[in-house]
């Protein structure tokens, strides 16, 4: 799939997000790591941004989804059901990596993959 961004194609490898290594708690990672592809922390940090809002709306599709599966529809507003399933579900997402940490494992393995095209256009010229 891919993604246009202004001057930029994202093509990104979709990964298994429930078998993720990236970490749950907020961790340091060196500035080095993040700009070496482009020799840009801000483009680095953009493109990590734009794959995260992707990761999210991924998650959060799933997770509609399956607790669409366990939904109870009722008339009245009195009555709340408390689900088991759907309560198990939610603490299943809950307990993921944040998107914008399964963004940077992605970025730092080498699976989002980036093209500037202002600078094919440019050479054209």
């Known amino acids: 799939m ?5 001057n930029k194609h994202l093509i990104y490898n979709h990964m298994d997000l429930k078998n993720s290594n990236a970490p749950v708690a907020t961790t340091t990672i060196d500035k080095n790591l993040i700009d070496a592809p482009t020799d840009n922390i ?4 953009s493109i990590i941004s734009k ?3 992707q990761i999210n709306g991924d998650i959060r599709r799933e ?7 366990f939904a109870t529809f009722n008339d009245s ?10 309560i ?11 998107p914008h940490a399964l963004a940077v494992e992605e970025w730092l ?10 600078d094919n ?4 010229l």
């Open 2 to 6: 891919t993604l246009k961004i202004d």
């Open 42 to 45: 801000y483009e680095a940090i």
């Open 51 to 53: 794959r995260a809002v």
């Open 63 to 69: 997770l509609i989804e399956k607790l669409d599966e």
């Open 77 to 86: 507003l009195e009555e709340v059901f408390e689900n088991k399933e759907q």
């Open 88 to 98: 198990e579900v939610s603490k299943f997402y809950e307990k993921l990596p944040k």
């Open 109 to 118: 393995a080498g699976k989002i993959h980036h093209k500037n095209t202002a």
């Open 121 to 124: 256009i440019s050479e054209d």
